[in-house]
């Protein structure tokens, strides 16, 4: 049964909505937040990908380096191939709100608990689409794409390339969808349709749980704030620092996971074989290979995403819903 018109509504269900605007409106929010975040996305790849320190030695650095190389465009390398991923998240979004629903239709469980079965769910459905696409994008964001460098530079720049996996020649760079073609190409010829699947398995053990803790953390971490924060507090202030909270915690846990799986994704490597090599590499100190990049990631993409997430649904709302949620 639905909320009492006139009651607060502290969670925005499905069938509130207005989903004309829903969907538009979270789709260009989402495209806009990838794109802010994206050099966050790829230095962390780079990070993850490097043996020790060979090319960077933090988050910082490597930002700086990469810069400094390739300008600007370097920290974007992949971008139009990661933007893909609106689309399924378009399915994300609706598979998530979906479960949501059907549960609340037919139990009486917590919103943490909702959110728990419905991110992980909604994070299989996503997978299925996002893997290729992240295989693609990953090597792109490695492919050296430098302009020449002095002499005096070129101990760092080539520590740098070493981290491809692929060689794209320079006539293939120059042309429009030239380093494209050839990440798809090789994938392709080395794998068949099956290497744009590699490491799915890791894939999913990693952005289930990670969906499902992020959900889970959230919404109990906004149940514990409306709690103990005093009533005039706005609900978006509460929705701003839960979600940072949540999504920080949610990339610490999994972080062991995202390293193994962006290494089999890159190296072409099996399981066992990349965390051998893991440890012959770095001990088990592997386990916190951009981490701080990936978690500064999660922090500043869960505040903005759901910034905007939560306020589409606002302006989503059904008429008579309207005067029941506050900002």
Known sequence: MDELLGEEIHVIELHMMDLRKFFPLTAASNAAARTFLYPLHLVRTHLQTQVGKQAYKGTWDAIKSIHGQQGISGL?????????????GMGYIYTYEYVR?????????SDGTKSLIGGG???VVAQIFNVPIDIVSQHMMLIDGRKKSSKN??????????LQQINITEEMKQRRFGVFQGVVRHVYHNDGILGFYRGMSMSLLLFIPNSALFWYFYEHLKGKMVSV???NVPRMLINCLASP????????IMNPVDVVRVRMQT?????????????RESGYGWVFKGMSARTLHAGFNSMLVMFVYESVKRVSLKPEYQGCTRW
């Open 121 to 123: 769910t909604a994070s």
């Open 76 to 88: 974007y390398r992949g971008l139009p191939v990661h933007l893909c991923q609106v689309l399924p």
């Open 267 to 279: 190296k072409c490597e099996g399981f066992l074989g990349t965390y051998v090599r893991l440890c």
């Open 245 to 252: 909270l949540a999504g920080m915690s949610a990339a610490a």
């Open 153 to 162: 530079v070129t101990v760092k720049t080539n520590a740098q390339k070493s």
């Open 229 to 231: 924060l005093p009533e």
């Open 101 to 109: 629903n059907v549960i609340r239709n037919h139990t009486n469980w």
